[in-house]
């Protein structure tokens, strides 16, 4: 039996552009994986999604029409269950037998054709059929019907289908947007499968003005996308289409010339591809006037609200031109062309009016603004959040350098809000931090208390840069605290996938600041500084702030390649400077490769739960009289701490963790001699509790750079 290809589409009204390539790759997917375990593709078959904005399809490669037949082995029932003691089949195999559709007419033969084999328990009886593999008519069906189901959708829509019976009537149908089509070929043949209150066949529609044909036929489901570009002027894969437009805006910036590029925005092109069935690139133009404008809103109103791709210079700065991605291709595009300015025009002349408007205020004026802006119910205003950051950044400040930078960051702190209180913010949000920047320059306030007032939002998203300066550092993570302090001290944590105040984005940038600027900076001591701001508002939360930071830090240490183990070894010890966290974790490494590690970890460990047990009673005291030693061994020991200890000791203290845990790997042979030859727990009360102050002072040298027990 050969093979044919499949060709599935639904069509529909316009699809969410946002989420048109996850639908389309979740419709094909689906498709083929059920298809696959129904045993209806070959070995070397695939699957192609095509996603456009009105229809979602899927070519799938060598389908069978009919599945193979199955050999299906069933497990009955016990032997002493089924079987009498001379051999006969009980009524109960019989019922069994009859159930599944056996041959009885000799219950003899077929107690004879029984397989008998243990089941793990007792031996059993098993009973050998063949099933009748899937036909792609009832296996299409059913995989269509679970594509449907499964299907990502952002919202869902309900309208009403009119009955196709004798009965009229109305049913309701649920899908993201209304059915219209549905196409199932094996080959040339349709496969007749409904969805939707829709039956198949081998319509569709292509584009709905420049369609050469009003309704597209499929002769082949290998012809669909040929088919679809030529007779209805539809490009229906969406990687094809994006790939054209790529191509287009590239070759209309080279026809401007001057070195401009379109401006590189991945989610604005996915969104332009799922908008467009036939994409045709015109360049278009505003006047030369708004460009005094601040460019970063002219590119945001012209990519948000107009999906336009504003054209940029050999320098990265905006020029008057920008780039329409038409979804038609008429022979005189001007109207187009014309239609496009004139659209963009009043948007332009909103953003310079806002920004005009704006610098008649200084920044500092608007502070009183913020007290009027509500921040939480529970946290207070814009205001009052603003002199808690200004606190917090002070006291970083005050760490960190001189007055200079204290006056710095204070100023920046008081300020960087001020501009959520302006039009342009009001009107386009995203620029929070953006504006701040340029008024505070048009304020006279000078590069650093500018760009500290747009970078204490950094970093925005995994990847982004860090503040500029040192003003900006601590005005971020002062920002970032308080944040994390006070919804922590409100209980307001994130839950699964819910985080609405970004806790899990605000961990992480201050993690990377104290991290990858090298802040010398105390964690707890941070957490427990940021408290006092919040008054009588807030429970202290810093031991769960804490581990949430923790826990955060721990993820991003695997994600560079550190093993679970390292870094479980190296955080369980909490280090508070975590710019120091990589060179313990190089150190770690390093110990580990040593032959003397595993031992070493190993008496660790039980080092460890020795002293656990002994600390019930009271803290261990880490003194040891040396006249109290009496084995060599626990002598020995004790000697190799004396000598070896302090250097050891001095490599921690100089930053050098790798040499330090070096040097006391030369301890796994006194060690070992010590757990053969000595017994700890001595009866002899002094005795005992001198030698559990030298595992105690063996413990605590074993474990400044790591807990070296959870290498074991």
Known sequence: MTTQNLLVELFVEELPPKALKKLGDAFAGVLFDQLRAQGLVGEDSGVTAY???????????????????????????????????????????????????????????????????????????????????????????????EAIRLLPIPKVMSYQLETDCELPGWSSVHFVRPAHGLVALHGSTVVPVKALGLSAGRTTHGHRFEAAQPVVEMAHADQYAETLERDGAVIASFDQRKAEIVRQLAQAAARVGGGVRPIEDEALLDEVTALVERPNVLVCQFEAQFLGVPQECLILTMKANQKYFPLLDATGKLTNQFLVVSNIRPEDASFVIGGNERVVRPRLADAKFFFDQDRKKTLASRVDSLSKVVYHNKLGTQGERVERVRAIAQAIAARLGDAQLVQQA????????????????????????????????????????????????????????????????????????????????????????????????????????????????????????????FGERIQDASAPLAAFIYERLAGV????????????????????????????????????????????????????????????????????????????????????????????????????????????AVL?????????????????????????????????????????????
Not at 109 to 123: F, H, I, P, T, Y
Not at 683 to 701: F, I
Request: with cysteine; hydrophobic share 45%.
């Open 557 to 664: 240490l695997r994600e560079q390649g550190y093993s679970a183990q390292e870094v479980d070894a190296v955080l369980a010890l909490r280090p508070q400077r975590l710019a120091q966290v990589g060179q313990q974790l190089a150190a770690v490494r390093a110990f580990a490769a040593l032959p003397e590690a595993p031992a070493l970890a190993a008496a660790n460990k039980r080092v460890g739960n020795i002293l656990k047990k002994a600390e019930v009673e009271g803290p261990v005291d880490p003194h040891v009289n040396p006249a109290l030693l009496q084995e060599q061994a626990e002598q020995d020991l004790y000697a190799a701490l004396q000598r070896f200890v302090p250097e050891a000791d001095a490599q921690f203290a100089a930053g050098d963790y790798t040499a330090s845990l070096q040097t006391l």
């Open 410 to 533: 204070d100023q920046a702190a008081l300020l960087a809000k001020t501009d959520l209180v302006t039009d342009m913010v009001g009107e386009f949000p995203e620029l929070q931090g953006t504006m701040g920047r340029y008024y505070a320059l048009n304020d006279g306030l000078g590069a650093v208390i500018a760009d500290a007032i747009e970078d204490h939002y950094k970093p925005r998203f995994a990847g982004d840069e860090l503040p500029r300066n040192m003003a900006g550092v601590v005005v971020a993570l002062a920002d970032k605290l308080e944040t994390l302090v006070g919804m922590f001290g409100i209980g307001n944590l994130p839950t699964g996938d819910r985080d609405p105040f970004a806790l899990r984005r605000h961990a992480l940038g201050v993690i990377r600041m104290l991290v990858e600027k090298h802040l010398p900076l105390d964690l707890d001591a941070l957490l427990a500084s940021a408290v006092p701001c």
């Open 668 to 712: 796994r042979a006194p060690v070992d001699a010590f757990f053969d030859d000595v017994m700890v727990n001595a009866e002899q009360l002094d005795l005992r509790l001198n030698r559990q102050g030298l595992l105690k002072t063996l413990h605590t040298a074993m474990n400044r750079v790591a807990d070296l027990a959870r290498l074991a």
């Open 51 to 145: 996603a456009s904005p009105r229809r979602l399809a899927a070519h799938i490669r060598h389908v069978w029409l009919k599945a193979e037949d199955k050999a299906v082995r069933q497990k009955l029932m016990p032997v002493s269950v089924g079987l009498t003691a001379d051999g006969q089949a009980t009524p109960a195999l019989l019922k069994k037998l009859q159930a599944l559709g056996a041959d009885l007419s000799d219950p003899a033969a077929a107690v004879a054709r029984l397989q008998r084999a243990s089941d793990g328990k007792a031996e059993a009886l098993f009973y050998d059929s063949l099933a009748s593999g899937a036909t792609l008519d009832t296996g299409l069906q059913k995989a269509l019907d």
